[in-house]
């Protein structure tokens, strides 16, 4: 009923109150981050309010407040009024509001700068919340708010380069079916390609393959994460930094589901922080897991069916 209507319409249909989630990212190196959202129904309108989020940094992760609302917006439409095309209107309903100096109200230029790592997990505070109240119009969390390696050198030609490589986690379960594997969720960034990554630098992919066991088993299975090993061929050094988030905080299931699998990242098989810049030598190898996403709904009520298409695919750890 509620994709129909009106943004005003729907967010009537829904009960009065304030409803909270909070989540915590990896941050910077051992300073996690944590979000606070308050959401409230009062009528036809919805105020979202970010008390209690922690402060901006002084590193690129920080997130403007213009990007705060959009991404607050679409996690609200989305469960809403989903199919109703974008135009003003249907923002006047929803205000957003966020303390100045937060992570994601930053006060320029004290901050260091803006990047949309954090605004990526706003819609699912937004789905903490609502799921609350109509847990069938929301998903678990993604594993892939965002996983990339930058990776720069030299090359035989004397002359410097540099690449940014992307691998996408697992998307979260709902009450339709099971996450899918592999696609990032909310941007649009795709997977580089093995064919790419081997064309435009120095890098040789041994494999790239699903990470089994990364959604793990719910009603509704969340997506899998990917594993990718590469090894520099480069007879220079390459100095390699990371994208990588949900290495310490997994994304969270919903109605009972389990979270999904964490990320990990090792250098020549040890593991090692991702918040750090390494430098590789010919033969050093780098082994990538995605996150997987989270689960929706108990295992325990997961299908005869569904379990054996996971077996059968090697979807199981």
């Keep these: 009923m509620f994709w129909n209507c009106g943004p005003r319409s729907a967010i009537l249909a829904l009960p009065d109150g304030t409803y909270r989630s909070e989540l915590q990212t990896d941050g910077l190196l051992d300073k996690p981050v944590t979000l606070k959202m308050a959401l409230t129904i009062a009528g036809d309108s919805i105020s979202v309010d970010y008390s209690g989020t922690d402060a901006q940094v002084d590193r690129a992760i920080n997130c403007a407040l213009c990007y705060t609302d959009a991404m607050t917006m679409y996690g609200i439409k989305v469960c809403t009024s989903a199919t ?3 135009n003003e209107g249907a923002w006047r309903p929803i205000s957003v509001s966020a303390p100045a100096g937060c992570i994601v109200n930053p006060v320029f230029p004290a901050s260091g700068g803006s990047r949309m790592l954090i605004g990526h997990y706003l819609p699912m505070l937004v789905f903490g919340c609502l799921g609350q109240i109509v847990p069938e119009r929301v998903m678990a969390a993604c594993g892939s708010p965002m996983w990339g390696m930058n990776q720069s050198g030299v090359n035989a030609a004397g002359k410097p380069y540099a690449n940014m490589f992307f691998f996408n986690g697992g998307m979260g379960a709902n009450m339709q079916g099971d996450g899918i594997s592999c696609l990032s969720w909310p941007s649009n960034v795709s997977s580089t390609p093995v064919e790419i990554t081997e064309h435009i630098a120095p890098l040789r992919v041994h494999h790239k393959r699903l990470r089994p066991g990364s959604g793990g088993p719910g ?19 390459i100095a390699v930094s990371f994208l990588a988030e949900r290495t310490i905080f997994p994304a969270f299931g919903i109605e009972g589901g389990e979270p999904g699998a964490c990320g990990m990242l090792r250098i020549n098989g040890e593991a090692v922080d991702p918040k750090r810049q390494y430098v590789l030598a010919k033969g050093d190898t780098v082994l990538l897991g995605t996150p997987g996403g989270g689960r929706h709904g108990s295992v325990a009520i997961r299908s005869d069916r569904a379990r054996e298409a996971d077996r059968a695919s090697g979807y199981l750890a």
């Design 219 to 237: 009603r509704h299975r969340g997506g899998l994460g990917q594993e990718v090993l590469l090894e520099s061929r480069s007879e220079s050094p």
């Design 84 to 86: 109703l095309p974008n």
